[in-house]
C-alpha cells in the first residue's frame, strides 16, 4: 500500500498565487485532515473530513479550502498565497474517527515569498 | 489552542538509557496519542491510550495516562541512536458536539548518542 501521499514534495509561490495541495490515500479511509507545522508552534489543524462531501473547519482555516469528493482525495487549496502560509503541511488519515491513530503523508514543504 | 504540552522540551541520553517523555494536557479527553517524527519525515502513529485505560505497552514503549492529574508519560526503554527523533502527545478532547480534531503539543526533541 502506498498509505498517504502528499505532492508536491516542495513548492516556492509568489504572494498572491494560488495552487493546490494534493493528498491521496488508499487504505479507505473515511477520516482526513490537514495540518501545518510550524516552528516553536506545533502542528496546528487547518480542516478536516469525516467522508465523502463532509468537510469542517479546524483551528486556523483562513486562507484555505478543502473539498472532499471522493474517499480517496482530500486537496487543499490556498487562495492568495501569504508570506504567514510559509510551512510544512502534513495530510492525515484514520479508518474512522477515534478509531486508532493517524497516517501521515510525508509533507509538503512551502515557501511564500 | 494548545490542548497537550510536552515536557521536557528536548531531552539528551546515552545509547541504552531509559528516555520519560510528559505530557500534560488541559481538558477531559476520550484518549491520547504519542507520534514520533524523524527530522524532515511524516509523523508516526506510536500509541493510543484511552481514558480508561491506565497503561499500555508496545515493544520498548510504555505509556501511562493518570486521567486525575491530566498527564501521560512515555518511556522508551534501552534507548538506541535510531530513536533520536520529536515526540509528540495528541489529545481527542470531550467536547459537546461533533469533535473531531484532534489536537497536537509542541513535541519533546529526545536526542540519543551513541
Known amino acids: 500500500n502506498a498509505g498517504v501521499t502528499q505532492t508536491p514534495k516542495f513548492q516556492v509561490l509568489k504572494t498572491g498565487q494560488s495552487m493546490t495541495l494534493q493528498c491521496a490515500q488508499d487504505m479507505n479511509h473515511e477520516y482526513m485532515s490537514w495540518y501545518r507545522q510550524d516552528p516553536g508552534m506545533g502542528l496546528r489543524l487547518i480542516h478536516y473530513s469525516v467522508g465523502a462531501g463532509i468537510t469542517d473547519q479546524g483551528e486556523v482555516p483562513n486562507g484555505y479550502n478543502v473539498s472532499r469528493s471522493t474517499t480517496e482525495d482530500f486537496p487543499l487549496r490556498l487562495l492568495s498565497a501569504a508570506p504567514s502560509q510559509t510551512s510544512v503541511y502534513f495530510c492525515?488519515?484514520?479508518?474512522?474517527w477515534g478509531a486508532g491513530g493517524y497516517t501521515f503523508g510525508s509533507g509538503t514543504r512551502l515557501t511564500v515569498v | 489552542s494548545q490542548q497537550g504540552e510536552e515536557d521536557p522540551q528536548a531531552l539528551s541520553i546515552q545509547e541504552g538509557e531509559n528516555a520519560t517523555m510528559n505530557c500534560s494536557y488541559k481538558t477531559s479527553i476520550n484518549n491520547l496519542q504519542w507520534y514520533r517524527q524523524n527530522s524532515g519525515r511524516g509523523l508516526v502513529h506510536l500509541i493510543l491510550i484511552r481514558s480508561n485505560e491506565r497503561e499500555k505497552h508496545s515493544g520498548r514503549l510504555r505509556v501511562t495516562l493518570d486521567t486525575s492529574k491530566k498527564s501521560s508519560s512515555l518511556l522508551i526503554t534501552a534507548s538506541r541512536a535510531a530513536d533520536t527523533a520529536s515526540y509528540f502527545c495528541?489529545?481527542?478532547?470531550?467536547?459537546?458536539?461533533?469533535?473531531?480534531?484532534?489536537?497536537f503539543g509542541k513535541g519533546t526533541l529526545l536526542t540519543v548518542n551513541p
Open positions: 492525515a488519515s484514520s479508518f474512522k
Open positions: 495528541a489529545t481527542d478532547e470531550v467536547r459537546g458536539g461533533s469533535n473531531y480534531k484532534l489536537t
